[in-house]
């Protein structure tokens, strides 16, 4: 009988000796493949992080806002503005990575019927359009208030593109790729009525519908038409030039400013406050860290109980299976001892312990790769679920913030890694039955049988 016919005749004999090994090597294996994919996600989460969207700070003019006779808010016209010059000077104050400026209008068309809001009229029937550099970038849509459910968005690139709403474009039948005519408008009121105060257009812009978004929340307040969060158009920023309703390197918004590196949040914001081009009594700038230095703390917390996890792990399962190999070789001090006496060569003996040990790791390093995938899966979304930053890069700013974050993602290793673990511990597995039956192997016959006896 050949050494690989003994190896198979044991294993299918001695069945509880091979699931015994069999469910320490797999759970093993999946332990130090899940801790290693916690691992590889909290460094991957918390680098990511800092180096895609680590903080933002916001630039804009103080409004005056007043009550009306009615009991009204009304907010007065913002005369200040801030030049691109400035936003040229802004940038070199620090690592900058976007800014995105915004101009705000209104706009109507013969080819669009607005979702109908207070006092609704055919005079009144207009949309609020926000015009910027990144759509994906807008507050709803960095808030999650709204998503990007067909297209794509509006990026620098752009000219003459405009995102709309789901339900807008239902009620009109508009689809990605249409084309639009839009002319300016202005809301106002008079006699208790809301009213275009732009009666004889002069101003046209053809734009294309480059995506239309949904909202998550319903607006239930009463408002006119043109104040409809349905009724909101994104537009790339030369669309209201167009219109005539801003200017070239002009903006009356707000500007928002993207940073690489959170840590520097607040020395970017000190530097920029102290620009002089910048008339800080009619302007004020707030900073955003996107609750990062929470999510740090929390992935190097994490970081740090796996390591130190992986170390116990690793440890532990590596004396264990030291021992419960060197038991299982002892327990086959007298088998050993009876194929030496018959004339097989220690070399042989030795081969075949190792084949039966190597043939059942296989299986089980194989197996626990399918659990692994489970176990990582369910491990990410209990250990990484709230931890659900907007990470900014070029796919997003096209594709939408909900793309941003696949968890899956960070807690996949990659071939090699997963390999590496694999041949480790292979390896600790081959040494230790290698060691075992040394220890057997130094023994005569005639030792091994006095000591059986």
């Known amino acids: 009988m050949n050494v690989t016919q003994r190896a198979l005749l044991y294993i299918s004999h001695k069945k509880g000796k091979t699931v015994s090994l069999f469910l320490v090597v797999f759970v093993v294996a999946v332990l130090l493949v899940s801790c290693f994919g916690v691992l590889n996600a909290s460094e991957r989460l918390s680098r990511d992080i800092r180096t895609s969207l680590g903080a933002a700070f916001y630039i804009r003019a103080n409004t005056e806002v007043s009550m009306n006779e ?7 016209e913002n005369k200040v503005h801030i030049s691109q010059k400035e936003i040229d000077e802004i940038m070199q104050t620090g690592e900058i990575k ?57 990026t620098e690139t752009d000219s003459g593109k405009i995102l709309i709403s789901e339900q807008l474009a239902s009620a009109n039948q508009i689809s990605v790729g249409d084309t639009l005519t839009l002319t300016h408008a202005k809301l106002g ?41 349905d009724n909101e158009i994104y537009a790339s920023i030369d669309v209201l030039k167009k219109l005539h309703e801003s200017k070239t390197g002009i903006y009356t918004g ?23 081009s910048i008339d800080w009594t009619t302007h004020f700038i707030r900073t955003n860290d996107f609750q ?47 194929l030496l006496a018959v004339g097989v060569s220690k070399g042989q003996i030795m081969a075949g312990f190792l084949l039966e040990v190597l043939s059942v790791t296989i299986i089980a390093l194989i197996l626990s790769h399918i659990a692994s995938l489970c176990v990582t899966g369910f491990l990410g979304h209990s250990l990484f679920g709230e931890l ?22 960070y807690l996949k290793l990659s071939t090699i890694e997963t390999l590496l673990i694999y041949i480790c511990q292979f390896a600790v597995i081959a040494v230790s039955t290698l060691v075992s039956s040394v220890v057997i192997m130094r023994l005569k016959p005639k030792e091994i049988l006095s000591k059986m006896s």
């Open 70 to 76: 009615n009991g009204e808010t009304q907010v007065k």
């Open 98 to 154: 976007y800014y995105n400026p915004i101009n705000y209008g209104f706009a109507k068309s013969d080819t669009i019927q607005f979702i109908q809001g207070d006092k609704h009229t055919a005079e009144n029937n207009m949309g609020k359009v926000t015009a910027l550099r990144f759509s994906a970038l807008a507050p709803n849509f960095a808030d999650e208030t709204a998503f990007l459910a067909e297209g794509r968005h509006i």
């Open 189 to 229: 009121g008079a006699d208790g009525a809301y009213i275009d105060e732009i009666p004889v257009k002069t101003a046209y812009a053809r734009v294309e519908v480059s995506g239309i978004y949904k909202l998550n929340i319903e607006d239930t307040s009463i408002k006119p038409t043109a104040g409809v969060a």
């Open 254 to 276: 707000e500007v928002d400013f993207y940073i690489t590196d959170p840590a520097k949040l607040e020395n970017i914001a000190r530097n920029v406050t102290a620009l002089q």
């Open 292 to 338: 990062y230095s929470k999510i740090a703390d929390q992935l190097s917390s994490l970081g740090d109980l796996v390591k130190i996890l992986l170390v116990l792990v690793s440890v532990i399962s590596t004396a264990f299976l030291t021992l419960l190999l060197t038991m299982r070789m002892r327990s086959r001090m007298q088998e050993a001892g009876i």
């Open 388 to 409: 659900q930053p907007n990470l900014l890069n070029e796919e997003t700013l096209t594709a939408g913030m909900q793309n941003s974050l696949q968890i899956e993602n």
